[in-house]
């Protein structure tokens, strides 16, 4: 389609950032133009040649003038996002969801930690509350919580709960990081702030967009993933384990607990973002 190759053409030429979804020039004019015209993601290749009218032509060029000078991320200006094949509700209330957890989910890396008696489970950190869906969908017989510490984010989770009719599956909690949960757990996911000081300061605009509050971990970005697994035993059942992701982190994580015995996972990303703790491992580290 010359319309996704003419777009493509004015976001490169601007140099904006991807990440956000797409992961280059193309893949995010095609989702753009495809967007605005009301298709499916995945109708490029049937409708390359329909006739695209002119007020069409005009709107879809705004958006992209608009992606450029605002520098948002087109989930934002499109207010929604894609994981693993769902479609999630999102704004600039809640970060932008991308976590490599929701693969794990999707492609049974879990299933030596989830079974049958995985009963309870929280999403920490949840954001929109797209890993929380994804684990509700993917483990019916899971009772899930999903907490945050933002009320605002919590707002958005709700809608994906509305949207894919897990209103009634999932419960929503305001929380400190685990300050306010009591309950004791199977299973954690936590995708929690971990972008390291120096890094937040190189972030594009695109990323300098999306919550602070849901991006910045401290000078070596382990700040609060100190103080969750300092407590997390005491929310973990006794077969209990976390799932954490800490993106391109794992060598200040290291650092920070060197003793600490973790399952590193494999994700589009490689071994290095995501990781599996068990509550034994976290009461034997000093």
């Given at each position: 389609m010359g319309l996704v190759q003419a777009m493509s053409e004015r976001l490169e030429k601007a140099g904006v950032s991807f990440g956000h979804g797409t992961t280059c020039a193309w893949d995010e004019a095609a989702w753009l133009v495809l967007w605005q015209l009301a298709l499916p993601l995945d109708?490029?290749?049937?409708v390359a040649d329909d006739p695209v009218a002119p007020?069409?032509?005009l709107a879809i060029d705004n958006l992209v003038t608009q992606r450029i000078t605002t520098r948002k991320p087109l989930a934002y200006l499109t207010q929604e996002a894609w994981l693993q094949g769902l479609s999630f509700y999102v704004d600039e209330r809640a970060i932008v969801p991308r976590s490599f957890i929701a693969?794990?989910?999707?492609?049974g890396s879990l299933e030596g930690w989830v079974d049958s008696d995985t009963h309870r489970a929280l999403d920490l950190c949840t954001g929109n509350g797209s890993l929380a869906i994804l684990l509700a969908l993917t483990y019916p017989h899971v009772q899930v919580d999903a907490s945050d510490i933002s009320a605002d984010a919590l707002a958005v989770a709700a809608v994906n709960l509305e949207r894919h009719h897990l209103s009634q599956n999932v419960r929503l909690i305001q929380s400190d990081g685990l300050t306010a949960l009591t309950a004791r757990y199977d299973l954690i996911l936590c995708n929690p702030p971990y972008v390291n000081t120096l890094s937040m300061t190189l972030l594009p605009p695109e990323y300098q967009a999306e919550p602070r509050l849901a991006l910045a971990g401290g000078i070596d970005g382990m700040d609060l993933i100190r103080v969750l697994l300092r407590d997390?035993?005491?929310r973990l059942n006794e077969r209990g384990v976390l799932v954490l992701e800490v993106g391109n982190e794992r060598e200040h994580f290291e650092r920070a607990f060197p003793r600490l015995e973790a399952v590193w996972l494999e994700t589009s990303a490689g071994p290095d973002t995501a990781l599996v703790l068990t509550r034994e491992a976290l009461l034997a580290t000093p």
């Open positions: 109708a490029l290749e049937e007020l069409q032509q693969e794990l989910l999707s492609d997390m035993p005491s």
